[in-house]
Nanobody
Framework: QVQLVESGGGLVQAGDSLRLSCAAS????????MGWFRQAPAKEREFVGG????????KYADSVKGRFTIARDNRKNMVYLHMSSLKPEDTAVYYC?????????????????WGHGTQVTVSS
C-alpha cells in the first residue's frame, strides 16, 4: 500500500513561486503515473498536471500550462510540482495522487492512492 505525503504549501503573494513535494512510501512509484490535483473551496477537485512513470511525458491543465512544471525522482520516490507566476485563483488544497498504470490520465477516478493535501494560498 503506497502512502503519499505532500509538503511545501504555504501563503505566498501573487507572482511568487512555490515548490510542492510528494513523498511516497510503502512501495515504489517508479512505474506509476503521478498526478497533481487541487480543490478550491466549494469547487470540485481538478486535474493540475501529471507525469508518466518514466518521467518522459507530462500533461497540464490549460489553466497552469507554462507556469507549472512537474518532475519526479524515482530514485528518491519523490514527485514535485514547481509553481511560478502564482495567481490568487491558484489558491487551493493541492493533492498528489498515484495511478498504478504508467500513462497520465487527467481524471481523478483513474488514481489509486492519494495524499492528504497541502494548502496553497496566494494573496493578491
Amino acid at each position: 500500500q503506497v502512502q503519499l505525503v505532500e509538503s511545501g504549501g504555504g501563503l505566498v503573494q501573487a507572482g511568487d513561486s512555490l515548490r510542492l513535494s510528494c513523498a511516497a512510501s510503502g512501495g515504489t512509484i517508479s512505474t506509476y503515473a503521478m498526478g497533481w490535483f487541487r480543490q478550491a473551496p466549494a469547487k470540485e477537485r481538478e486535474f493540475v498536471g501529471g507525469i508518466n512513470g518514466s518521467g518522459s511525458t507530462t500533461k497540464y491543465a490549460d489553466s497552469v500550462k507554462g507556469r507549472f512544471t512537474i518532475a519526479r525522482d524515482n530514485r528518491k520516490n519523490m514527485v514535485y510540482l514547481h509553481m511560478s507566476s502564482l495567481k490568487p485563483e491558484d489558491t487551493a488544497v493541492y493533492y498528489c495522487a498515484a495511478d498504478r498504470l504508467p500513462s497520465v490520465i487527467p481524471d481523478l477516478r483513474a488514481y489509486d492512492y492519494w495524499g492528504h493535501g497541502t494548502q496553497v494560498t496566494v494573496s493578491s
